[in-house]
């Protein structure tokens, strides 16, 4: 209990003080780099720890074994697809190189809201069907491939976006597409290929 007290001690000064948004699991912070995520000071006022959603990553013996990375403070007035860019960005920015991961929008399957986000190659890559001659960073080459690499990249992208741990409105299910087109052709990401659920 103590250690929680002290954690969530620890995030709310992060937050007040040094204006991040993003605190590290071991109450580190993360800087942000993307600048429509920054928070207003009103957000901060009304801080309260249901607001915080965790970023998952893996273990490196068991791609399965998720633990928390860092927390993300979102306001509860901000609508869900803001949200779920949040996470995006943030999971772009700390596991993928940059490499863009689009919201798509949130559709709705028989009564369940289901997030369709899309895994985008760098422009230079984009078009480019032959993955042998991508230019690094790439999906296709760094994080499709292996199946520990694979594994480790559905785990994380899976369980980030269904946050499955928070009890706040959220989305029932996450498709992933890349390059705007349902994900086949990839032994190590069968994970990825079909609808998630919570």
């Not at 009564?111 to 985008?120: F, Q, R, S, Y």
């Amino acid at each position: 209990m103590k250690i929680k007290v002290v954690m969530l001690l620890a995030v709310v000064f992060c937050v007040l003080l040094t204006g991040c948004k993003i605190a590290s699991a071991n109450t580190e912070s993360y800087q942000q780099t993307k600048p429509h995520n920054a928070a207003s000071a009103n957000e901060y006022r009304d801080f309260n720890k249901n607001n915080l959603y965790a970023i998952y990553t893996v273990s490196n013996t068991d791609y399965n074994a998720t633990k928390k990375a860092a927390y993300l403070y979102m306001s509860a007035d901000k609508e869900l697809k803001v949200k779920l860019g949040i996470i995006s960005d943030a999971l772009s920015d700390m596991f993928f190189e940059n490499l863009p991961i689009e919201v798509v929008n949130i559709e709705n399957k028989d009564g369940k809201k289901i997030a369709v986000i899309n895994l985008l190659e760098n422009e230079i890559n984009r078009g480019q069907k032959d993955y042998s001659i991508h230019k690094r960073p790439s999906w296709a080459l760094n994080f499709f491939q292996g199946s520990s690499g694979g594994g480790q990249t559905s785990t994380i992208l899976v369980e980030n976006f269904l946050q499955r741990q928070n009890k706040n409105q959220w989305v029932d299910g996450v498709r992933f597409l890349y390059n705007g087109n349902p994900i086949t052709g990839f032994d190590h990401i069968p994970l990825l290929e079909n609808t998630v659920y919570r």
